[in-house]
C-alpha cells in the first residue's frame, strides 16, 4: 500500500521560511518523479514545484521559482519543499504526489498516480 505522508506545515509570519516534508512507503521511491502540489481555499488545486527521479532536475511554477526549491533524498524516501520569501499568497494546502512514467514534464496534477494527504501552510501579513 503506498502512502505519502507530509509534514512541516504550519503557520508563519510573511518573509518567513518553511520546510515541508513527504515520506514515501509501499512504491519504488526512486522510480517516480516527485511533485508538490497546493490548493487554497475557493481555488483549484495548481502546481507547485516537481523533481526527476534522480533529483538531477526541476520544474516550478513561475509564481515560486527563486523563492522554493524543491529536493529528494531517495535514501530515505523523502522529498522536501523548502519555502523562503512567503507571502499570504502562498497560504494553501500543500500536497506532495508520486508519478510514474518515463518523461519529466512538468505534469498537470491528473497525471500524478499517488497523493498524500495535505499539510496546511497558512501565511500572515
Known amino acids: 500500500q503506498v502512502q505519502l505522508v507530509e509534514s512541516g506545515g504550519g503557520l508563519v509570519q510573511a518573509g518567513g521560511s518553511l520546510r515541508l516534508s513527504c515520506a514515501a512507503s509501499?512504491?519504488?521511491?526512486?522510480?517516480?518523479?516527485m511533485g508538490w502540489f497546493r490548493q487554497a481555499p475557493g481555488k483549484k488545486r495548481e502546481f507547485v514545484a516537481t523533481?526527476?527521479?534522480?533529483?538531477?532536475?526541476?520544474y516550478y511554477a513561475d509564481s515560486v521559482k527563486g523563492r522554493f526549491t524543491v529536493s529528494r533524498d531517495n535514501a530515505k524516501n523523502t522529498v522536501y519543499l523548502e519555502m523562503n520569501s512567503l507571502n499570504p499568497e502562498d497560504t494553501a494546502v500543500y500536497y506532495c504526489?508520486?508519478?510514474?512514467?518515463?518523461?519529466?514534464?512538468?505534469?498537470?496534477?491528473?497525471?500524478?498516480?499517488?497523493w498524500g494527504q495535505g499539510t496546511q501552510v497558512t501565511v500572515s501579513s
Open positions: 509501499g512504491l519504488t521511491f526512486s522510480r517516480f518523479i
Open positions: 504526489a508520486a508519478k510514474w512514467g518515463a518523461t519529466f514534464v512538468a505534469a498537470p496534477d491528473y497525471d500524478y498516480n499517488y
Open positions: 523533481i526527476n527521479w534522480s533529483g538531477g532536475s526541476t
